[in-house]
Structure formats: C-alpha cells, structure tokens
C-alpha cells in the first residue's frame, strides 16, 4: 500500500479516506456484488505494517523532499474512484452498485437531516439505478427500433453524471501542497431538471466542505531544518514533536477543502452532517479520530434573492441610491444655477439657507475640484503627499501577499511560504508593517504642527489662537477627530457587511465579514477594537490603525504638547526618549516572554505562523507598542515651529552641509536595518539573541527616526531630489483621498480573492507587482468616488452643524482647523 500524508501531518486521513471507500475498486469496478451490509470490505483490517513499509518507499525516492510533503496518493484515488465507480456502474449496468448507493442513502434519515434533502438524495440514487437498468436491458436489445427509446431515457438521466463530475477531484501539484479539490462550481449550478409530475425540480447547490485536523497533527511542526533523521519518519513514529494532544483544532489552514455538488433542498446543516457521518463511521470501524472538525459552506441559489431577504441590505442599498441622487442634484444645482448666478448665490441669503449648503456639500464638482486641486504652498508639508501616497501603496503591496494566502485559494501556498523569505528583495514585501508606522507618525506630525503653530506663532500683543490648557480645547479636539473620520468609518462598514456581500459568487466566495460585525461594532465606533472582544469577532481587523490612532491622540498628543508648550523643548525631548524607550522595553519584555519573534515577518520555518497568531493580539495592535513613530512626529511637529520665524513666510530652515550629509546617511542606514536587518532570520528561521534583542529595542524607533528626518529635511529645503519626488503635485490629490483607500482597498483585495473560480497560483515577483498595481489603481479609484460622494460631504455637514473654528477660535477666527486629517492636506493659513 502507497501511502502519502497531507502537509506532513503525520498518517493524517489516511484511515478515514481509506475505510470510507468500503467498495473495493479492483481491475472491473463494474464487478462489484452488494451483500446489504455497510462496511463490510475486508480492507477494514487495517495493518500497522503498511505505514513502516511506506517509510522505506519515500525514504529512498524522495529523501531530499524540503517541503516534508508526503501525499497518500492511494489513499484518495481510493475515495474519488468510489464516485468514478458510481458513474462507471450506472454507464455500465452494473444494478447492485447502484442498489448499494440507495442503501446508503437510507441510512441518513437517522441523522437529523431534512426529509426534503433526503428525499432529493434518494432521488439521485434511484435515478442511477434507473439508468442503470436502461442500460442493462439495452443490452439485450436485438431489435435496433430500441435504440432510440434507451437514448431517450439515457438522456433524461444523463444529469445525474453532471453531479459527480462537478465532485472536487485530485488535481495537480498535490506534492506543493494543492489542497484546494474545488471541483466545478458552474458545472454544479447548472443542474435544474424536473423530477416529478408537479414539475418540482431537482437543481444543484455547490457546496465547499473544509476539513480540518487536530492540533496533534500540526502540520507546521514538520517544516523547515525541526525534522532530524528520514523525511518521513513522522509518518511511523509517534510523537516526533512535541505538540499538545488537548483536542482542539489546528485552525490556521485546512488540511483539505473539497468541492461537492448536492440538491438545493440541503442545507449547510444537512451537508455537515452527511460528511460527518461518513468521517465518524470511517474512524468508528478503524478505531482512531483523525478529523477535528468539518465545515460545510453552501453557496446560495440566488444572491439577488438572498440580498431581498436581509433588511440591513435593503437599507445600504436604498441609502446609496439616495446618496447618489442627492450628488446629481447638488451638481445640477451648482452648474446650472450657482455657476450661472456668483454674484447673487454669494450675496443673497435664499443660497445661504441650511439646504442649499446641504444639497451643494453633495456637488461633485466643487467637491472633486478641491481634490484634484494640486497646488504646493511653501507653508505647507509638501512631503508628506509623497510619504502618504507611497506607505499606501507598500501596505497594499504587503496586504496583496497577505490575503491572497489568508484566503486560503492559493493551489501552491507552502512552496511559496517557505521559498518567499528566502530572497532578499522580498524583505520589502515581508516588512511592510513599517508602512503603517509612517501613517502614525504623520499622524502625530501633522496634529503636532498644526496645534503649535497656533500656540507658538501668536503676535506678542495677541493671545494664542489656541491654549493647551483651556479646558475647552481638548473636548473640542477629541470631537473635531472623531466627526471628521467617523461618518465615513461607519458607511464603508455597511456596505462591507451588506452590499459587499453580494457582489460576486463562484467555489470559494463568502461574506467578507464572517459574522457581519454581529458582535463587536460597537468597539470600532469607540475606538477600543484593538482591545475589546478581540476573541470573538475581529470586524474590519484593518482598522486597528484607528484605534490606536485615536488612542495616541486620547493620550499622547496632550501629554506631549503640554510638557513642550509648558516646560520648554529639552523636557519635552526628555518625555519623548523616554516614553519611546518604555514602550521598547515593554515590546522586549513581552516577546521575551512569550516567545514571539522581534517582528511580524515570515521565516523559512513556517510554525513562526502559529506563533504570529498570539503576536496579534499581544503586540502588533496594542498602543503601548505602536506609539514610536507617533511620538517622533510630535517632535518633527514641535521642532519645525520652534526653528522657524513667527511670521513663518516658509519652512526653510539652513543647516551645515555637514550636519544634513549626516542626518542623510544616519536617516539611509537606519531605514534599511529596519526593512531589511531580519533577512538573515526570515531567510533560515535562526538568529542569535543579541540581534535579536537590538532589533526588538531598535528596529521600529530606527524607522521612525529615518522617516522623521526625511520629512524634517525634505520641509526645510534640504532634501534635494527626494523632496522634488515626494512633493510632486500629482501626489496632492492621491493624497487627499487615502483615508478612503486605506479603509477600501481590504475589501477590493478580499472580493478578487474570493471571486475566483479557480485557485491561485503563484509565480513571480513581477506577477505580484502586476497585481499590486491593479489593486492601487482600482482602490484609488474606488476611493476618489467614494470621497466624492461621503467623505467631502460628511466633511462640509460636520462644519454646518458644528463650525469648530469659531469656538475655539472666537467668532471671527480665521485660522486653520486644528487638526488635519491623516487622509487630507489643510492649508497653514
């Protein structure tokens, strides 16, 4: 017997596959007689010598296999050739085969399955038998006027083969780890025939079943340099590693998904526990238990119809249509009437009545001209446009990797996991994380700049514009943020978990929010998700960013401009360092004791994915980790005020050539130690507590540091031709709508991911860059609209209602809104 073990895992559904395919499928399948009984092959006696025989045979053809993939293929040629030896029965006549499929069929209705899926199955099973029996008396037929009675009958019937060649079947690169059998989810969907005299049709569901192991039978642990001695010695070895037996699942992939066409009449209940069924009797005859647990997803008949029955939906639908009926005729109205009459709609107050700027907050026009405007201000952070739009671009291109694996529709995904670390220049891909730094330290910057400037650049005889320690300023600023971001937060959540759902169809497509935010909604909107409930729901898992963003502003930004403003530059530097060496030294102290690796990037040895999976929830989203950068743009904030004029005619600062050569080669070697100081660890799974250590300490403070100085130098004219890249002016408008890029690009990456009706396959770098290109432009577009049609209108409503400027400012205050938006560029003035 010619064994083979999915992903390492041990002999992993070696009994289940084999024991489940009772009938015995020898030279003629055909051949088979049914003696009523449900197990009763004699290939129950299970052997314990075949699995050391099966050793020897890999040990000697396949000893320098890396990838530790051992595949049974008997064992599931055994289980699809029962389907194959079905379909070959009934072609065949063969009458006690197709007696055998209704015996088995009977068997369900002990199984707390609907009468009406039952009912359809034994429909299936009885119509092979009926063609069965056509054939078999065409077989006797010497009159050739019965030939095209059989082909009449034969045709009705020719269905049922449609079913089983819509069954998941063993495709190819099984040996890199193919566990996706997806089978035919067309070919299933377009069954639709009648099967009585009421004209009730028996029509096809496809339905993809995940099959998942035991934590046992970690897969993980059999990768990489952990194995010693023969590459298959798990497979007859007990207990080679030493993983915990405690009955949970391993969940961070499936050991098998496989694609199974059934009646429409089944539901998900009804499909689970049929395959449970057979798995449990399977493991009940050979006396183990292989398989964890089995997930059954049925995709629906109708999405349309499916859409019409949820009342949420019906709403997001109805509320964009709305919105888009509300931005034509705020355009019409602009165009046609206030276009044509500046004198009067600026002097009357008819067009300054609250619905008319309500119906022009809607205009696309005015509205996309504010976004395409480009214009460069030497007042202005010019930089950041360039470092805003680029970070965007390197998360999509990290995130394109990521949910391309996480959706688990790759045909070749271990190869690439355990090959992808091990090239230099995929640093760039592993490391992407530290993009999202440089949204928190704009962040910071931009709040920084903005608040100091009003507190700092006052007229000697004029009192601030604004005082970090009037009790008002700070409520008023906590709500300013949370007006301007959440409104368009909560409309991108909608569609996610409704309209979003029905865009697409095919084998592996599911709602993009599993549960629908059911659970923890509520967190996002309080800003707290990245702490509460992080263990039952994980509702938009991007947006942590804004947790923390808004956590760092809670906290930060007013202990941090306090002590500038109050105490001087030296005390405000001294909180600084020292709030960033804590957070170090609390990063330190957390992967030290548990084990986590000094950042979240992928190894050769791929069981660091188990451990990754508890570094989410420990580290990569907690603020007291992620705070670096914000902190380092508060001093780049706080500093490019201080070193400049109070009339501030332009951020030109001089510095010695010395000093900016310096900064540049400082600011050049510490941004790539932290993008590419881990390759050696990714690349062989190893490295040396020291550097282990340093980099924990140093490498996200080495990226803020090198970012800071980049912005610093690039604002006070000593960038040269970086500042000319990153100040370009069509990085202006790409700028302005990134917020909404950031919160769509996710769902665009998810909805090509899942809208396949093939598995991926990875190839090339380039291949991924194409894709990421694609992404960028399709996010990026899906956001200039989507900012034209919420964001810039929320944006307008929020000042109608709530006119911040003359609260905080007095009632003729002119200055700028306090806090720019991480999405936006305000003018300094």
Known sequence: TTKWVVFGGGNFLWHYFYHFSVITITNSKSSFKYDGSLFSSKELDYD?????????????????????????????????????AYRDGAEEGNLELMKYAVEMVEKLREFDISMACVGDMMHLAWTGVEYATHVEEHKNCSDCKCTPLFQQKKSERHWIFNVFDAMGKVPAGIMSGNNLWVGSWSTCRKIDVVKNAQGQKWKGKYCLATIDAYERDNPLVYFGNMMSGAPDRHCYEKNVQNVADDGSCFALFPVLKFGVCMPNTCTNHDVKRMLTFAIRATEAAVGTQSVCNVDVECRAESY???????????????????????????????????????????????????????????????????????????REINSLHGVRFLSMCWIILGHTYYYIGTSLTTDNLVPTLINFPKQFHTQIIVQAPLAVDSFFFLSGMLAAFSFFKKSMKAHPDHPPKLSALN??????????????????????????????????NGPFWRPIEKQGCRIAWWTNFIYMNNFLLQDKECCMGWTWYLANDMQFHWVLMPLLTITFLKFGMKAGLGLSGGLVALSSLIRLAITLIKGYPPAPILTAKLQIVHQLNDYWNDVYVRPYIRCTPFIVGVVVGYLLNAWTSREQKDLKIKLEPKTVLIGWCCSTVLGLYAVFGLFWFAKTGDISK?????????????YALALGWVVFACTTGNGGPVDTILSWRLFVPLSKITF??????????????????????????????????????????LAFFFSLAFEKPFNKIDEMLFDSKKMMNGEKGKSNEMVPLNKRVRDSE
């Open 48 to 84: 314990e010598t075949d699995t050391k025989a099966m050793g020897s045979v890999f040990s000697k053809y396949m000893a320098d296999s890396d990838a530790q993939l051992i595949l049974d293929l008997d064992v599931f040629r055994h289980f699809f050739n029962y389907a194959e």
């Open 304 to 378: 349309s119809d499916a859409m019409s029955q949820n009342s949420l939906a019906m709403f997001a639908l109805y509320f964009l249509i709305a919105t888009v009926v509300l931005v034509a005729f705020g355009t019409l109205f602009e165009l046609l009437i206030v276009a044509k009459n500046p004198e009067e709609a600026e002097e009357s107050k008819a067009f300054k009545h609250w619905f008319i700027k309500f119906i022009m907050a809607f205009s696309m026009y005015s509205n996309g001209s504010e976004i395409l405007q480009s214009k460069k201000n030497d």
């Open 471 to 504: 009790f008002i300023t700070w409520p008023m600023y906590y709500w300013k943020r949370f007006c301007r971001i959440t409104p368009t937060y909560a409309v991108v959540m909608l569609f996610d978990v409704t309209l979003f759902s029905y865009v697409s």
């Open 690 to 702: 020291p550097w282990e250590i340093l980099y924990t300490v140093f490498g996200t403070p080495a």
């Open 740 to 781: 909404c890029a950031y919160l769509l690009h996710p769902i665009m990456l998810q909805i090509y991911n899942l809208s396949r009706p093939q598995p991926f396959h990875f190839t090339t770098f380039v291949q991924m860059i194409r894709y990421t290109v694609e992404a960028v432009f399709a996010s990026y577009t």
